[in-house]
């Protein structure tokens, strides 16, 4: 496999008021699995369907109903595993977490604690091309989404909808290997796009379907190093776990809000106290959920309606040969094949949609880094004007892929491919065609251009002086040339033959 | 293990249930002797047994994904104690 290498950031230092202090991040993601029905049930994941309409007696827990465990969402879970490098435990096995909320009918959810499905694993960071932060995920469990309360309808009562109850989720944890704010927000980003490009998970943050509780805690420069040497979390400070956060913004804003928090604590010479937090966006604030944390004791225990979850190896190894390419080889292929830089790579690979459009132009183009400008440049900044996507761009790969072979045959010039591709996006057609209709051409034959130049040359006997003295003024005789030849001629064939006509 | 008064308390709390103080040390008293009753089990000598999660070898059941359930609102609310607009209504709970 192709790899770019990377050197490791530096993490983020905050000053306080005696010291400097480092942040020590890990993550709990929460992904949904993208799947068509339950984790447990035969009922829709459809989104923005009417209350509790998509929902079973099993999910609404209706006395006596069992679970039957969806296949698919386990084999997304394992395809999730082998895309982040995971061990997969072919033994694992679902637990019952307990606690009492309106919007959990069961009274529990049903995880895995003890065994989950997916072992440890990696994600590489990419913070700026070459800087690159290794994060291990610890493990990946699956387990059952909880319902929606709503508390506004009403000023008495909460309103509550099942429709999310039961849906799979895969809950991705990572070691605490994230070093600031605006790495968490790089490793969401990466996590999310290595999920599309799996398909496990659509990666919608706005809809809840990816949702981070944050580990956040300070140490004194140094510390972590320590920590890393020997595995030993007493070197590092008490953690805060900010829950739900669903903003990469939020994310980093919390962030910075808590480590601040902590550092003002800890340098008053108080104790961090070990809780959970949630973050406000109205104030930038993180608030104490403590009340709630002194009812919670989950009392897990194996759960008496599933066996264990057996799996076999070649079960495993059928999905792990129908992975697609992901975002680190693709980018590596891109950087190698195609003579990128890795920024345009990264840019063009952030979206699975957008990488294979660019392939298609630049198999037919014959030109990576020309390719790339045109897409990167050109058509993403002109579909960003429309606010659409690449999916609905009115230009297809080999309508932009015979605008670039015009450039590259030198038939017409930077400035005409802009108003080509204008033409072609707003109005479609066959590039070469509609050049050729609208005598859209430069003029590339020298003995044209060198006939211009002469006639100009000797209608301007006291400007040919005047260059000759003064070589700045060529660039006149150029202007003159574009103009006679109505804008068609290659301005670097006039710029050549102009220079040597003048003698400079 | 012992379970004390307020063990017994905790435990009905966690289980939301309402025991009136005066009740809490024979329901002590219940789990000492239900626990009690279960700890015979470690005379037993497990070393080296694979823990038996079925009396018969079977593999978990799978379904495959389908939607083959849901869409029956009425059904699902008929028992709520109250129900508006589709939601289930319960009284007002915020964290």
């Known amino acids: 496999m192709l790899d770019l290498t990377y050197d490791t950031p530096k993490p983020k230092v905050i000053a306080g008021a005696k010291h400097d202090w480092e942040l020590v991040i890990g993550m709990e993601v929460h992904a949904q699995v993208a799947s068509q029905a339950k984790l447990f049930s035969g009922a829709s994941t459809k989104f923005g369907a009417e209350p509790n309409s998509n929902v079973s007696f099993v999910d609404a827990a209706m006395p006596g109903m069992l679970p039957v465990i969806n296949e698919y969402c386990i084999e997304q879970a394992v395809r999730t595993g082998l895309g982040l490098k995971a061990e997969i435990n072919l033994t694992s096995a679902f637990d019952r977490k307990n606690y009492f909320y309106p919007d959990l009918p069961q009274g529990y959810q049903i995880s895995q604690l003890y065994h989950p499905l997916v072992g440890e694993g990696e994600i590489i960071v990419d913070m700026e091309p070459g800087i690159a932060r290794k994060v291990r995920i610890e493990r990946i469990h699956v387990e059952q989404d909880a319902g929606k309360s709503i508390h506004d309808m009403d000023p008495h009562m909460s309103f509550v909808d099942l429709n999310r109850t039961g849906v799979a989720l895969m809950e991705i944890v990572s070691r605490p290997d994230i070093r600031g704010p605006e ?72 962030i910075e809000y808590e480590a601040r928090r902590q550092i003002q604590i800890v340098e008053g010479g108080g104790k961090v106290d070990q809780e959970t937090r949630l973050y406000d966006p109205d104030k930038n604030e993180t608030r104490s959920m403590r009340s709630k944390e002194e009812a919670h004791d989950y009392r897990y225990f194996p759960c008496p309606d599933l066996l264990p979850l057996e799996i076999e190896q070649a079960w495993v190894d059928d999905i792990a040969a129908s992975l697609p390419e992901l975002p680190d080889e693709k980018k590596a292929r891109f950087v190698k094949d195609f003579g990128l830089s890795e920024y345009d790579a990264n840019v063009l690979t952030a979206e699975v949609v957008n990488a294979a459009y660019f392939e298609q132009v630049v198999t037919q183009a014959d030109d990576g880094k020309l390719s790339a400008n045109w897409v990167i440049n050109e058509l993403f900044g002109r579909l960003k004007k429309d606010d659409c996507d690449i ?102 064939a006039v710029n050549d033959i102009v220079a040597a006509k003048l003698g400079l | 293990m012992s379970i004390d008064k307020e063990t017994a308390a905790k435990v009905a709390k966690l289980a939301r249930i309402k025991v009136e103080d005066d009740a809490l040390p024979a329901l002590a008293q219940e789990f000492n002797d239900i626990l009690g009753f279960i700890e015979q089990l470690n005379e037993v000598d497990v070393d080296g047994v694979e823990p038996m999660v079925s009396v018969t070898p079977m593999r978990l059941k799978r379904r495959t994904d389908g939607v083959t359930d849901g869409n029956m609102q009425d059904k699902v609310l008929k028992n709520a104690p109250d129900a508006r607009e589709g939601f289930f209504a319960v009284p007002k709970v915020v964290e």
């Open chain 1, 391 to 492: 999916t609905d761009s009115p230009v297809s790969p080999a309508q932009l892929a015979g605008i670039i072979k015009l450039i590259k045959a030198d038939t017409i010039s930077g400035k005409m491919a802009k108003d080509l591709f204008e033409i072609v996006y707003t109005e479609g057609g066959n590039p070469e065609e509609i050049a050729e209709a609208r005598g859209m051409k430069q003029v590339t034959d020298t003995g044209a251009i060198e006939t211009a130049v002469d006639e100009i040359i000797a209608a301007n006997p006291a400007q040919v002086e005047k260059a000759k003295q003064n070589p700045k003024l060529a660039g006149w005789f150029v202007g003159q040339v574009m103009k006679a030849t109505g804008g068609k001629a290659n301005p670097k």
């Open chain 1, 183 to 254: 790495e968490a927000a790089a490793y969401i980003a990466k996590l999310r796009q290595i999920l599309r490009y799996l398909g496990t998970c659509d990666g919608n943050m706005q809809n809840g379907n990816l949702r981070a509780d944050v580990n956040v805690s300070i140490c004194r420069p140094g510390q972590y190093e320590k920590y890393m040497e020997t595995q030993d979390f007493s070197h590092l400070g008490t953690r805060c776990e900010i829950k739900n956060m669903n903003s990469m913004r939020f994310i980093q804003m919390a």
